[in-house]
């Protein structure tokens, strides 16, 4: 619907009015013709910068949308980033707790990453990191499953409504999917391609005291073990 409908009836009207001769007086008509004729033109512009003004909007709220999608993804990996994860396990953390199911969390990191940029280079290691997160994306397939990328080789994968053996057939996996990318790693002492090692912390049935550091604190321990027992495997906990 035209916005100055109204006033174009207005018009309209007036300008009926001077054809049937409505006004005797003809220096009253040229007048009154003469601000129908400008009122005319004032509402023809304020339509058009009306128009201007949606479209302008139109491009704001896009412009919005990929903000805030540029706030939540990672630029090189093209997966979600530790803000998003954050948020995400911040409402799956209350979720759970309200319900009390078992919550799942793993934490990722991809072994002698430093070595990996050391032997092929910078470039060769942003290939590698998108191709790493990829492949875990494809292999956490659940709906309500998510994956992001925690900071540097390091990924983070949340699972709701997963207990303990659960955590740990995901994360194992994980594992399995980058050996199956079999991308060559001559700097890595555990294995002539890149590898994974991984935490998994499940909290089995969420209290009122348990706190959201608890399981990432936990899932953090699991990885600093499974990298100080060798690397390229799983620990993990529950409670």
Known sequence: M??????????SKGEALLEEGGLSDEVSAKHYRTLLRHYRKLFSQLRHLVKISDIQQNDLNHLNKQLVRLSQFDPLTGIPNRRRFEEELNREWRRHQRLGIPLSLIMIDIDHFKQYNDTYGHSAGDDCLRKVAQALSVAVNRP??????????????????TDSPGGIAVGQRLCNMIRLLAIPHHGSCVADYVTISIGVATLTCPAADNTIQEIITAADRCLYKAKASGRNRLESVFF
Not at 2 to 11: G, S, V
Not at 150 to 161: D, I, N, R, Y
């Open 144 to 161: 309500g499953d998510f994956v992001a990328r925690f900071g540097g080789e390091e990924f983070v994968c949340v699972l709701p409504e």
């Open 2 to 11: 035209d916005l100055f409908k109204q006033e174009y009836d207005i018009i």
